[in-house]
Structure formats: structure tokens, C-alpha cells
């Protein structure tokens, strides 16, 4: 007699779609923690937003320089209308030291976005302002995680330059996002 026993080599076919989808109900689980989308989406908005205040900047300041005024601060220049340019928006904005302020109404005037100081109205952007459009503004997006609790980074912080010798400061917080 000749003993003919086959040694099994291998996963049975059972076995191997049990495993496929067991890695299938881990990788669903697993990966938002992993892969987060939205927290991605708002750094890369924000940093949009700093590259268009940038533009905007260079455009006012490049204008302000062929008006001469790129050194005319706002408190000298006052509301005599030399520290104004139109970048193409169609309406002047305010300038100090040739760089916008960091109000909404000169953010609007040079960039035309949707932008307000309230967040419980309806806006693309918020700002939460400087004070007479010299001092640091956070604008944070709709829908922020900044809105609701404060202390999250999740905004860009603009500092206009101070005196003619500066340049403005943008500054992308998003850890909070």
C-alpha cells in the first residue's frame, strides 16, 4: 500500500477573504485618524489668503511708489487722500507706509472678498481687527474651529509695516485648524 497523504500548502480561500475584510474594516477605522482632509483644506486656505493679502500688498506698494507716497505714514497723511491707491478693485484703498492696513474695510477695498468683523454674519472670512489699522488682525475662515474656541490656531495673522523702513508680517497659524 502506498500512503498518499497531501500536505496542505497555503490559506484556504475562506481564510483569505476573512483577512481581506478584517484589513478593510481596520483600514476604514484607521485612516480618518491618519488622513484628515479638512484640517489640510484649511491650511491651504489660509495660506491662499496670505498669498493674496502678499499680491495685493505688492501691488499698492508698487503704486504707491510711482505716487511717491510709499513713506507717507496714515497719521501724517490723514484723510487727504495721499496715502490712497486703487489696485484694480475699483475703490481706493487706505495705505500706511505704502502697505494696506489691517482693517476690513481696506482688506475689502484691495482684495474685493467677503470679509466681515462679525462671525455670526454670513461671510467667507472674518477679521478680528487692529487698532487703527496698524496693529496686528487675525482673519480666520467660515466655519473655524477659532470661532468657537479661541485659543485654537487656525487663522493669519497681518501686521502692517509700522514705519517706512518695514515691510508687513503674514503669519499662517494652524495648529488649532
Not at 60 to 79: E, M
Request: charged content about 20%; some cysteine; hydrophobic content about 45%.
Amino acid at each position: 500500500m502506498i500512503n498518499s497523504v497531501k500536505m496542505a500548502r497555503g490559506f484556504t480561500l475562506i481564510e483569505l477573504v476573512v483577512v481581506i475584510i478584517i484589513l478593510g474594516i481596520l483600514a476604514v477605522v484607521a485612516a480618518p485618524k491618519f488622513i484628515n482632509l479638512q484640517t489640510d483644506a484649511r491650511t491651504s486656505t489660509l495660506n491662499g489668503l496670505k498669498g493674496a493679502i502678499q499680491g495685493a500688498n505688492t501691488i499698492a506698494y508698487s503704486k504707491a511708489a510711482i505716487n511717491g507716497v510709499q513713506d507717507v505714514g496714515d497719521a501724517v497723511a490723514s484723510d487727504s487722500g495721499t496715502s490712497r491707491v486703487d489696485i484694480g478693485t475699483g475703490t481706493d484703498a487706505k495705505l500706511n507706509f505704502g502697505y494696506l492696513q489691517s482693517t476690513d474695510v481696506e482688506l475689502i477695498n484691495a482684495m474685493d472678498i467677503s470679509l466681515d468683523t462679525d462671525p455670526s454674519n454670513s461671510a467667507d472670512w472674518y477679521i478680528e481687527l487692529g487698532e487703527d489699522g496698524a496693529k496686528t488682525a487675525k482673519l480666520f475662515q467660515a466655519g473655524s474651529p477659532y470661532i468657537a474656541d479661541d485659543t485654537k490656531e487656525c487663522f493669519l495673522e497681518y501686521t502692517p509695516a509700522a514705519a517706512a523702513d518695514q515691510i508687513p508680517t503674514y503669519v499662517v497659524k494652524a495648529s488649532g485648524c
